[in-house]
Each structure stands twice: as C-alpha cells, then as structure tokens.
C-alpha cells in the first residue's frame, strides 16, 4: 500500500509555471509506475504523464506535450510535476496515482488555476 499527498497547487496568470509534488509514504516509490491526471468540473478525468518506476520511461499527454514535465526522486518517494506556459485550459483538480501489480492508488488533489 502506498498514501500519496499532493502538493503546490495554486493561482496562476496564463504563461506562468507551477511545480507539484507527490509525497509517499510507507512504501518506496521504486516500487511504482507513478502518474498525474486531472479533472475540471464537469469534465473527465484525463491522463497527464506518467513516469515509469525507474524514470527511464514517460508518457504525456497531447494537451501537455512540451510544456509539462515529470520527474521523480525515488530516493524522496517523491514525483514531481514542472508546468510552463500554463494555459486557462489547464484549470484542474491534479492527482496523483501510483500502480503496481495491477492496483491503483491516488491523492486528494490540488488544485491549479489558470486566470489572468
């Protein structure tokens, strides 16, 4: 079992950049495929990056492609989430996710605003 906590989110003006994070606790993250979605209001949840247990493999979204990245510091139990040039589109609850053997774990959320 692995309990994530997500923080950094925040109020953003179009253009800006924010970091999140994911804290883990009671197991090393090395363990898992580690990921962020998203889900603004009304909307389904969507795929952001994922970042696979070494580091060596990700994924991003096509909204997001070349303006998001994710890293992760295995040795902190911790994953991060770099967004530049932020866009009004990018209004969401951020979660994270964590999955290994099949089973699937996520945070609360933060929230990430984008308004000029």
């Known amino acids: 079992q692995v309990q994530l906590v997500e923080s950094g989110g925040g109020l953003v003006q179009p253009g800006g950049s924010l970091r999140l994070s994911c804290a883990a606790s009671r197991r090393t993250i090395s363990d898992y495929s580690m990921g962020w979605y998203r889900q603004a209001p009304g909307k389904s949840r969507e795929a952001v990056a994922r970042s696979s247990r070494s580091g060596g493999s990700t994924y991003y979204g096509d909204s997001v492609k070349g303006r998001f990245t994710i890293s992760r510091d295995n040795a902190k139990n911790t994953v991060y989430l770099q967004m530049n040039s932020l866009k009004p589109e990018d209004t969401a609850v951020y979660y994270c996710?964590?999955?290994?053997?099949?089973?699937?774990?996520w945070g609360q959320g933060t929230q990430v605003t984008v308004s000029s």
């Open positions: 996710n964590a999955v290994r053997g099949g089973n699937d774990y």
